[in-house]
């Protein structure tokens, strides 16, 4: 471009071509509005990570334009980065009460709280940040008090759904906002971003409420203790648990730090109607009769640390299961996490419990909070953007959701698959994509943020696989002949007293490496230690076929 | 018992309460017979681990009783463990041709080929091995030629169903023996031990025929190349390969060791009919026309290093995915590698290819080889045992079995569900479980055969999750003041660049500790150790809230 025009920037920072991590910037003239601020958890590859959150040296670099973040709603993958980001670049953050709820809890245990402005919005908010003004409309999804969000620049209209489904008989009355939602799209809209979790996904994801009839249906039966285990986040089901425990005479205990959190949280800010002496403690548990009892817990991943392995594996102090009390596990396993779900349900059967689990289209027990592909359509065919970038998702749920796209009458040009860090530039109502700005996966380990990278994640898969063996050797400064050692050490490579030969010719390789080169004119430790290293792993993989990583150390005395 | 009776004895060494790494020891007197021999692979927390197979610490300890292993079919879970059991325990193994055509392709890979007699059966074979007679039935299962086994002693007769399910149009027109299944139960059945990897699944497993006829409309309506990715040893279904491959006109390719190794073994044994000239080398299929081409590849569990993650990753160095091609995943992900093949199918799209994935259900390009409750019944009231033994699963499946079995008429005080190891004993028609036999799992690790145990594992769980930190001091012989160091090391911990003031502490801290017990009386080294462990240990989870595996070494001169 030759003349400096006004730009307006789309850009994802998280959340395309992945599960979690959610963030987005828009950007228009010396305005920065970032979208989310979300973590997610390392796969297994990524040994000792704690936490990845998105890589922020786009807002750092602009800090000063940086105005607001506006968080959607109140999930793990859209706050959980918010404390670790908010330390390097302090920015106020617009929520609804029950997400900034959420955030409030977060920052008090980063010791955090008060040091940034939280602005609470809700679906009638209007207000404009710089040359962008911003509406609202209301979403339903798998917690509540979720927030579309429509960004008017003098360029045209964004819009960014955040996490949604349409239900249409939510459990707390709050409507999706149609008409509002159509308002939008009847004023135009420039590009729609809309998420695309369940992309993949024919026809219409079912009503929370199918979840709360199951629920209640498996109380009345229930002849005893009754044990649920939910995302703690999802105030809807929640609310369905006290009802059925309500009707069916029944008082409630929490379990698991999470659970007691939300509920707190919830029921504090009136998102959570919970009769008058309902809660009962956990340690009062056992004082009422079986049938008077159902404990609402966390851990329904299988996370090994949570309320329900515990109770599987009679480790709770407070809390057991008994033969003939009734487990129900109200959710669908993330991938990853069956084997974990499964050991729980093998431990509870030998408990002689009746199990409830599995799939929740077939149990009935869990329904998801993302719209399926009709009501993907829906939101399009509502907004009818011009262009479309899908968000949200992994790349074959992001294609899926461009076919949707195309099939309501989207131009198929005007369809932006993007990575995290392509800008999409829109100017003189055109856009394109032709640049990128830094992104990536920033990681959280123990107090560290982003200083573990990848020769530190090589390193620990190294010793994950095979162990380390350490050849240590003392020589002498004058001459450099061998003062002490070489001594061999390992870790996690074999089990040593069952193995003394194997070092013991380790050592004897050592010697020889390092005789041969006190005959030449060698005289660099380096090339000491690599030709060590060299040898001995030959050795060592001739012999086992491993390769343990191995650490030369020669001292000078 | 004050009488030495004859007991028979039936108990597993491997396979319940968990799934793969099937062995089954039925004992009678003098002679032990094993059935199978399978491996299993880790889950994540068995870090370097290559494989597991069972602890055949009985067997050896019995070795002059055991006469035989019989080997029910040739999948991994039922051969894997037979080169690393062989070294050991040099017993004849009897299986079906097919089964011990893998079986010995396997002791060639390991150098064992001749050392061990083979001897072929099929479902018509009858023989005694001491006091036990042996019969078997045929049964249908996702690998062709297996075989369900009846152990005829003086006691009774006990019955092993192998895997099994009822394809009552099965590919290869082997039928399933109902009649002599009938025949078996009509005769009396003491024992029945069924496999339950699907006791939890309703219905009738539907016939492997379903996905011949999905198979067949997918290439007719491919226009261009086709990429089909299933189990190698899924012999059935690359039977329907051919077979549509044939009727559609297409040359066929394999890529992958295990797709080449069993497409040779199976049609040489004459289980694969391939036209003449239908194979063609991988090298060769550019030399084609896309619509004339086949691949029939490796790799449906997405396993990194096979042949459809190299496709999809544009790494394979012969043969492309262009855009347009049809790949097809003919198989359901198991447990545990859904994220791998979501990736495969993500880099997929990215190279605008079709994919036809997701469970065989939705599908249809995928049925499992395992009697649903149905069949499980089925063959339950065939064999109208006396007592029953769920094997093949894991606790919840063994439970689910229970119930089925209890459906059909089986008394609930007759059901044994047994953990490995526990010996169920049957005399006077009497069974009963009181002792248990040594068992567990033996890891395999490189050339490593149970060198690995859980000290080696727990170090490379600390060195995975936070690496190692060595502190190294010279000591004097003389005086023990520090002639040299502390040199602070670590790998896998901290990127060093960044954090070497955090290493100049930890060596401060190190010196200040040896300072302080060469003011005391203190001479051991191992005290030294343990001081410098600590105090290191202490600040470095104070300043990183991590916890690597800190190494203190302590060198005299």
Same mark, same amino acid.
């Given at each position: 471009?030759?003349?400096?025009?006004?730009?307006?920037?789309? $850009? @994802?920072?998280?959340?395309?071509? %992945?599960?979690? #991590?959610?963030?987005?910037?828009?950007?228009?003239?010396?305005?920065?509005?970032?979208?989310?601020?979300?973590?997610?958890?390392?796969?297994?590859?990524?040994?000792?990570?704690? *936490? =990845?959150?998105?890589?922020?040296?786009?807002? *750092?670099?602009?800090?000063?334009?940086?105005?607001?973040?506006?968080?959607?709603?109140?999930?793990?993958?859209?706050?959980?980065?918010?404390?670790?980001?908010?330390?390097?670049?302090?920015?106020?953050?617009?929520?609804?009460? *029950?997400?900034?709820?959420?955030?409030?809890?977060?920052?008090? %245990?980063?010791?955090?709280?008060?040091?940034?402005?939280?602005?609470? =919005?809700?679906?009638?908010?209007?207000?404009?940040?710089?040359?962008?003004?911003?509406?609202?409309?209301?979403?339903?999804?798998?917690?509540?008090?979720?927030?579309? =969000?429509?960004?008017?620049?003098?360029?045209?209209?964004?819009?960014?759904?955040?996490?949604?489904?349409?239900?249409?008989?939510?459990?707390?009355?709050?409507?999706?906002?149609?008409?509002?939602?159509?308002?939008?799209?009847?004023?135009?809209?420039?590009?729609?971003?809309?998420?695309?979790?369940?992309?993949?996904?024919?026809?219409?994801?079912?009503?929370?409420?199918?979840?709360?009839?199951?629920?209640?249906?498996?109380?009345?039966?229930?002849?005893?203790?009754?044990?649920?285990?939910?995302?703690?986040?999802?105030?809807?089901?929640?609310?369905?648990?006290?009802?059925?425990?309500?009707?069916?005479?029944?008082?409630?205990?929490?379990?698991?730090?999470?659970?007691?959190?939300?509920? +707190?949280?919830?029921?504090?800010?009136?998102?959570?109607?919970?009769?008058?002496?309902?809660? $009962?403690?956990?340690?009062?548990?056992?004082?009422?009769?079986? %049938? #008077?009892?159902?404990?609402?817990?966390?851990?329904?991943?299988?996370?090994?640390?949570?309320?329900?392995?515990?109770?599987?594996? +009679?480790?709770?102090?407070?809390?057991?299961?008994?033969?003939?009390?009734?487990?129900?596990?109200?959710?669908?396993?993330?991938?990853?996490?069956?084997?974990?779900?499964?050991?729980? $349900?093998?431990?509870?059967?030998?408990?002689?419990?009746?199990?409830?689990?599995?799939?929740?289209?077939?149990?009935?027990?869990?329904?998801?909070?993302? @719209?399926?592909?009709?009501?993907?359509?829906?939101?399009?065919?509502?907004?009818?953007?011009?262009?479309?970038?899908?968000?949200?998702?992994?790349?074959?749920?992001?294609?899926?959701?461009?076919?949707?796209?195309?099939?309501?009458?989207?131009?198929?040009?005007? =369809?932006?698959?993007?990575?995290?860090?392509?800008?999409?530039?829109?100017?003189?109502?055109? @856009?394109?994509?032709?640049?990128?700005?830094?992104?990536?996966?920033?990681?959280?380990?123990?107090?560290?943020?982003?200083?573990?990278?990848?020769?530190?994640?090589?390193?620990?898969? *190294?010793?994950?696989?095979?162990?380390?063996?350490?050849?240590?050797?003392?020589?002498?400064?004058?001459?450099?002949?061998?003062?002490?050692?070489?001594?061999?050490?390992?870790?996690?490579?074999?089990?040593?007293?069952?193995?003394?030969?194997?070092?013991?010719?380790?050592?004897?390789?050592?010697?020889?490496?390092?005789?041969?080169?006190?005959?030449?004119?060698?005289?660099?430790?380096?090339?000491?230690?690599?030709?060590?290293?060299? +040898?001995?792993?030959?050795?060592?993989?001739?012999?086992?076929?491993?390769?343990?990583?191995?650490?030369?150390?020669?001292?000078?005395?």
């Amino acid at each position: 471009m030759k003349t400096k025009e006004t730009l307006l920037s789309i $850009v @994802a920072l998280g959340g395309v071509n %992945e599960i979690g #991590k959610n963030m987005y910037v828009i950007e228009y003239g010396d305005d920065i509005i970032v979208i989310d601020c979300g973590s997610k958890f390392p796969d297994e590859s990524l040994l000792g990570i704690d *936490l =990845i959150i998105p890589d922020i040296t786009y807002l *750092l670099d602009n800090h000063s334009k940086v105005k607001a973040m506006i968080v959607t709603h109140g999930h793990e993958d859209h706050i959980g980065g918010i404390p670790y980001v908010l330390k390097q670049l302090n920015v106020p953050v617009y929520a609804t009460r *029950l997400t900034l709820g959420l955030i409030e809890s977060k920052l008090k %245990e980063h010791g955090l709280s008060g040091s940034t402005e939280l602005i609470i =919005i809700d679906s009638e908010s209007q207000f404009n940040i710089g040359e962008i003004g911003l509406r609202f409309f209301r979403t339903n999804h798998s917690i509540p008090d979720c927030l579309g =969000i429509a960004f008017t620049t003098p360029e045209g209209t964004v819009v960014h759904t955040g996490d949604f489904k349409f239900d249409l008989t939510p459990v707390n009355e709050q409507y999706p906002d149609l008409h509002r939602m159509a308002e939008i799209g009847m004023n135009g809209v420039l590009a729609l971003l809309s998420e695309s979790t369940n992309a993949e996904r024919p026809g219409f994801t079912p009503s929370e409420r199918l979840v709360g009839q199951h629920i209640e249906e498996a109380f009345v039966q229930a002849r005893q203790k009754i044990f649920i285990s939910t995302f703690a986040s999802n105030v809807h089901r929640l609310q369905q648990i006290i009802d059925a425990a309500e009707k069916t005479g029944r008082k409630v205990a929490l379990l698991g730090r999470s659970m007691l959190n939300v509920v +707190s949280i919830a029921s504090e800010l009136g998102y959570l109607r919970i009769p008058d002496t309902m809660l $009962v403690e956990a340690s009062e548990v056992n004082q009422y009769a079986p %049938e #008077k009892i159902v404990v609402m817990c966390t851990g329904s991943q299988g996370e090994p640390m949570a309320a329900l392995s515990r109770l599987a594996s +009679s480790s709770h102090r407070q809390v057991k299961v008994h033969p003939g009390d009734t487990v129900i596990i109200a959710a669908t396993s993330i991938p990853g996490n069956e084997r974990n779900v499964a050991r729980i $349900v093998d431990n509870l059967y030998q408990l002689k419990a009746k199990v409830i689990y599995g799939s929740g289209t077939v149990t009935g027990m869990h329904v998801s909070g993302h @719209a399926s592909q009709d009501e993907l359509k829906l939101m399009l065919s509502l907004m009818k953007p011009k262009y479309f970038i899908p968000i949200h998702g992994e790349f074959r749920m992001l294609h899926q959701h461009r076919l949707l796209a195309e099939a309501v009458g989207v131009d198929k040009n005007n =369809i932006f698959i993007v990575n995290n860090g392509d800008v999409v530039d829109i100017v003189h109502n055109k @856009a394109f994509q032709t640049r990128k700005i830094p992104n990536g996966n920033t990681f959280v380990d123990g107090l560290g943020i982003g200083d573990v990278g990848n020769i530190v994640l090589r390193d620990r898969k *190294l010793m994950a696989e095979d162990g380390i063996l350490i050849v240590i050797v003392t020589l002498s400064k004058m001459d450099g002949h061998i003062l002490s050692g070489p001594d061999v050490i390992s870790r996690g490579f074999v089990y040593v007293r069952e193995s003394e030969g194997l070092l013991d010719e380790v050592s004897r390789i050592a010697v020889k490496a390092i005789e041969q080169l006190q005959d030449t004119d060698v005289s660099q430790w380096g090339v000491y230690k690599q030709t060590i290293k060299e +040898s001995v792993g030959r050795f060592v993989y001739s012999y086992t076929k491993r390769r343990p990583m191995i650490l030369p150390i020669i001292i000078e005395v």
